[in-house]
């Protein structure tokens, strides 16, 4: 991990021992844009897991820096509780909102009469179809998939001799964009070796069912000796496959998303997961704060920000435990 990421987990940590990362209800405050002298911000997650908990760090790291009120929510993937949520902060007359919207359309009226009563709307993660929010910060699918693609590719030419049958486990069905572009971002490093295949590619983006798929491609396509899936779930679930099908040291596995249980994949003495690509969620939730925050002071904000993933390889097994260890920080 550069020096500057690590430096950025320690001092989120430090922030951890000082405020909490639970919220599924508004917390107490902001009562009212302006309240106290100080801007008023509402930060909502999209739902209660490690990448969203690391989220809110950031805005609280943040708005601390800033000396920005931040009040946040959960919206728990419902979106009747996430238009509950607008409503509530509509009405206290925050003078900006920071979301995970549920939905690219469903999310549109709610935050559009937010906009409407003067708020600010930063969206992160993922976004809507209308042009009101001032910023949108997320992470590049594409580089999800392409960083570990390229790690991928130079394990497949030092390890594979140059030659691997390969089994892609996305989520197309579930959020068809960016699970192609993190796919073909993939793909599109690997396939520079002319001895690579893709022999199979199926949805499963929950745990349980992504090790249900995964074993039933190994049974159907016994030459497949490297795995790649798009998310954590998948990841979670290849990995869990290829252990209980007996092919630790036949088959290895590459993921998208870091967690503690990913990164202990990391760590294990079986030599199966090799290497995954997680996101920035600190960085993702500190610039979406500070993006509202110039917002509401009129400042000049970039429209879109893309943000880099970051490779986490059993090569490095440092970097990997500073993240395991802090990520168990977050879970506390």
């Known amino acids: 991990m550069k020096q500057q990421h690590l430096k950025l987990w320690i ?26 002298g100080k801007k008023q911000i509402a930060g909502i997650m999209f739902q209660d897991d490690q990448f969203f908990k690391l989220v809110e ?90 960083l570990t693609g390229a790690e991928a590719r130079q394990y497949i030419q030092d390890k ?23 796919t073909s971002g993939f793909t599109d490093e690997v396939k520079k070796l002319p001895g690579v295949k893709i022999v199979a590619q199926q949805d499963a983006w929950l745990a349980p069912e992504a090790a249900n798929v995964v074993d039933s491609i190994l049974t159907a396509h016994p030459d497949v000796d490297l795995i790649w899936a798009a998310n954590e779930g998948g990841t979670v679930g290849a990995v869990t496959a290829v252990r209980n099908s007996g092919k630790a040291g036949k088959v290895v596995v590459f993921g998208t998303d870091i967690s503690d249980q990913i990164a202990g994949f990391l760590l294990a003495n079986d030599n199966i997961l090799q290497a ?47 993240v395991q260890e802090f990520l168990r920080g977050v879970s506390k």
Do not use: W
């Open 57 to 146: 760090t950031g805005m609280k790291s943040e708005a601390a820096k800033q000396g920005v009120g931040l009040a946040t929510a959960n919206s728990g993937n419902s979106l009747d509780k996430e238009i509950s949520l607008l409503d509530t902060y509509t009405s206290r007359k925050v003078d900006a909102i920071v979301i995970a919207p549920v939905s690219a359309k469903g999310s549109i009226t709610a935050l559009k009469k937010a906009h409407e009563a003067g708020i600010k709307i930063v969206t992160y993660d993922s976004a809507i179809e209308a042009d009101f929010p001032v910023a949108s910060i997320k992470t590049d699918p594409s580089s999800l998939g392409a």
């Open 11 to 36: 001092a989120a940590a430090a922030l951890l021992s000082i405020v909490g990362c639970k919220s599924d209800k508004p917390s107490s405050g902001p009562a009212a844009g302006g309240a106290n």
């Open 276 to 322: 995954v690509t997680g996101q920035k969620p600190l960085e993702i939730g500190a610039q979406a704060l500070d993006a509202a925050l110039k917002a509401v002071k009129g400042e000049a904000v970039e429209k879109q920000t893309s943000l880099p993933g970051i490779l986490y390889t059993r090569t490095k097994p440092y970097e990997v435990k500073k």
């Open 160 to 182: 594979m001799h140059g030659k691997a049958n390969i089994a892609v486990v996305t989520y197309m069905a579930l959020a068809p964009e960016p699970a192609s572009k993190r």
